[in-house]
């Protein structure tokens, strides 16, 4: 069983920075897959970023490629987020979720994840 808590969700202009943490409860984080998603208002949660267990492999989606950076810290249990030139576009919520196999034809899929945070507000004024 993994619990996952983000945070680091706030109010930025646009082109401004923040990183989001996800905290991970639990004996195997370092053994799960990770992953970012988000959820507008009125859209369906999309997939942003993913990283493997050991953390050499990352992915995005087009759309942050190039801003984004996925990273974590075995050691500490923490999944991370880093976020530059925010873009109005970025407005969501955020949520981080584990997955005990993952593949990359199947990480862009919301049912590949096994466990799931609540989710961190991230707001960018234009």
């Known amino acids: 069983q993994v619990q996952l808590v983000e945070s680091g969700g706030g109010l930025v202009q646009a082109g401004g920075s923040l990183r989001l943490s996800c905290a991970a409860s639990?004996?195997?984080?370092?053994?799960?897959?990770m992953g970012w998603f988000r959820q507008a208002p009125g859209k369906e949660r999309e997939f942003v970023a993913a990283?493997?267990?050991?953390?050499?492999?990352?992915y995005y989606t087009d759309s942050v490629k190039g801003r984004f950076t996925i990273s974590r810290d075995n050691a500490k249990s923490t999944l991370y987020l880093q976020m530059n030139s925010l873009k109005p576009e970025d407005t969501a919520v955020y949520y981080c979720?584990?997955?005990?196999?993952?593949?990359?034809?199947?990480?862009?899929?919301?049912?590949?994840?096994?466990?799931w945070g609540q989710g961190t507000q991230v707001t960018v004024s234009s």
């Open positions: 979720a584990a997955s005990r196999v993952l593949t990359v034809a199947t990480m862009r899929g919301e049912n590949s994840y096994d466990y």
């Open positions: 639990g004996p195997t984080f370092s053994r799960n897959n």
């Open positions: 990283i493997g267990w050991i953390g050499s492999s990352t």
